[in-house]
């Protein structure tokens, strides 16, 4: 086992890996921007390196800086967290050709996932049902022409290096494909430096349904059942569920299977999660993450695991000690993304909290970096907590939910805690019916 493991991120995942490690006895190395001097991950950690100024590019994107900090401090391995760094294969390679481990995949696994039209042809190889559409990327307007008639619109045009939602136009039409094409080529361009782009059937009522894996590096995998991200806004999540209302066991052992088989052909190893559009029954695979998701924490509520905890046995060589059938599935769990952002507007509100005081009580965890006089800076990502609740049922679970926002108190900054209150209080979501497309339309109601 690792005795240093330098944390190469921030805010509330920063902290959730340093309490990975001290339980595993692992001193800790926190690397922070000049911006974060003040922040909790620097204040916990055994030892804080400062990498750079506020800009990310300069600081928490800068791989000399943070070799830098690991060589000083003799860390042994590096966790990437999820964004910055997490899925950069160059990265990845770079830490391992230090003599360092990355506490994930392989290089090679990052880079192959990293590009969206390779990971799908990659998945459709292994047996992994995909969404209709193009064989790879699109050389022309007029091959995506034929493609969208052949599958029937409307259509998506996406971004092989595509992410966080960018780089994705639907034409409801043909009369809409021309523009869709050029502004998802430019978009992509701009955002990712590669303009190479797909098509896909954009699918009128799906659910987001991902599948969390765990594979060690002697050949094991398991799966740890699924989590619904439906609930997005501009194809960002907001609030997701262990498991999905809409799945049966017999469906989620089946895809399950489907998946730890495919990872299993291809020597996957680490964390994983493969992300599927689910409609009519069907699964369609959309793309896979290398990396911890945010919303990990509704998946260790219901099946009793620490995933940072396998992470790093894992990449310290253990064996995983287990199989499927050990792993169990017990209640529901739902965790809202608390953003520092207007409610209605969603514009972004960084600032001083002046008074925090989180939720508590049976079966509530709040993962978070807050605290009373903390200033937000305006530099980083919006999402400065989220709320995880797990009870017997959902019912009861969105009971607990409700009455954890009740008792938050975040003063000083605006968040999305109002617009979680409502959606929580919503027949249509109590009731488990809804798509990838319902919350987009709920904060365009009027309330
Ligand atoms: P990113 O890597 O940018 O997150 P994804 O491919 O994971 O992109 O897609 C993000 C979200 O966009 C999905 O969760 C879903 O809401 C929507 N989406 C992606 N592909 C489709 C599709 N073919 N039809 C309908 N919605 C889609």
Redesign the pocket.
Known sequence: MFSKILIANRGEIALRILRACRELGIKTVAVHSTADEDAMHVRLADEAVCIGPAASRDSYLNVAAILAAATITGAEAIHPGYGFLSENADFAETVEAHGLTFIGPTADHIRMMGD?ITAKTTMEALGVPL?P?SDGELKSLEEARAVAEKVGYPV?I?ATA???????KVAQSASELEEAWSVARTEARTAFGNDAVYL?????K?R?IELQILADNHGNVVHFGERD??L?RR?Q?LLEEAGSPVLSAEQRDAIGRTATDALAKMGYRNAGTL?F?YQDGQF?F??MNTRLQVEHPVTEMVCDVDLVREQIRIAAGEELGYTQPDISFSGHAIECRINAEDPDTFAPCPGTVAVYHPPGGLGVRVDSALYTGYRVPPYYDSMIAKVIVHAPTRAQAIARMHRALDEFVVEGIKTVIPLHRRILADPEFQKGEYT?HWLEQFTSRPH
């Open positions: 969206k969404v559409g998506l996406k595509g992410g966080g939602g960018r780089g994705m896909e059937k954009y699918l009128d799906p987001h991200c439906s997005q194809h999540k992300e559009l369609c959309i793309e990838i």
